[in-house]
């Protein structure tokens, strides 16, 4: 029987405490402060940033277009692996750094499928459904190995991951033989852009639809307290029955098949893929997702929707940048500015520190009265 893990967002208010402190001390605050400052930032500076419209995509079907439109859409291969990441981060108190270049494996694999070895296919020879499943199956697979690396070897996730983060795009592009497949059915390039007659872009209800699934899942399974359990104390977590490099390698078999489906809905966009560009640096962004969330990414406690959340966040900036004409060169530095003022600020021993700051000039104006 397994020790319960207390919850780290049940907190006892002291009666001192005011409104605004028992917000900041809430997990969801900074991702949530966040959004809320790119929010009133856009709408001071353009007000139409929010503004949504029907617009005819290249098949001259009606669509939803705009800004917000636009975030919701791109952001949902990274919310998906955000899932994945987090599982793993509180697992194993490590990030994967290989995401992106799985993602290049998995979508080569799936346009393989569906290709039948052919450089150029104008219709699908293979269920499209049954291509997606293989790439899941073979992401889950790598994941097993990173997993199999960091539970059984003991190596350092990062150093772990860093195998498959520096040979997958070579493995992406031998699978099909370094051609650049593309696929012509556009029943193909439905999961990446918009089911006919429908206006809301596909990969937001992919995206729901796995948030749900994962809802249902830590609901009803105790994937959610082992994970806690293991990340917070192996050892402990052993003597209540739970097998720690178990439950490692299952957290990243679980962010194998969302890797498999991010990559899916990415080459779905296109109809083809490029093995070095392709899901480029979305590790770091997966990563920051879980830190902007309020993770700590030393493993341990975790909140799977301050991820999604901050998966938003990430690509909301990324969007607004955009707008405003950032050279996407320079684009990594500006976010890599913002986010890390939004990580320290979110760190525990920064709003020790702050707190305290606060006291002192009211410790000091009790003793002069």
Known sequence: MSTPVKNPETQVKRPDESLFKRLTRQQLFIPVAALVLLVLFNLIADPSFFTVSIKENSLGNPVLSGNIISVLDNASELVILAIGMTLVTASSGGQDISVGATMAIAGSVILRMVCGGQVTADTM????????????????????????????????????????????????????????????????????????????????????????????????????????????????????????????????????????IAGFIRVSRSGSINYSRIAENIEMDAILAVALGGNALSGGKFNIYGSILGAYVIQFLTTTLYKYEVPSTALPAYKAVVVILLVVLSAPVVREKLANMKKAPAKASKEVA
């Open 125 to 260: 020879q293979m269920n499209l459904l049954l291509a997606v499943f293989i790439g899941i199956v073979v992401t889950m697979c790598f994941g097993a190995f990173n997993g199999a690396l960091v539970a059984y070897f003991n190596i350092q996730p990062m150093v772990a991951t860093l195998i498959m983060y520096t040979a997958g795009r070579s493995i992406a592009a031998w699978i099909n033989n370094n051609q650049l497949p593309i696929i012509n059915d556009i029943g193909f390039k439905y999961a990446g852009t918009f089911l006919p007659g429908i206006p809301v872009p596909t990969p937001i209800f992919i995206t729901i639809l796995m948030i749900v699934i994962f809802w249902l899942v830590l609901k009803f399974t105790n994937l959610g307290l082992y994970t806690q359990s293991v990340g917070i104390n192996p050892n402990s977590s052993r003597l209540n029955g739970i097998n720690p490099q178990m439950v490692k390698l299952l957290t990243y078999v679980i962010l194998g098949a969302c890797v498999a």
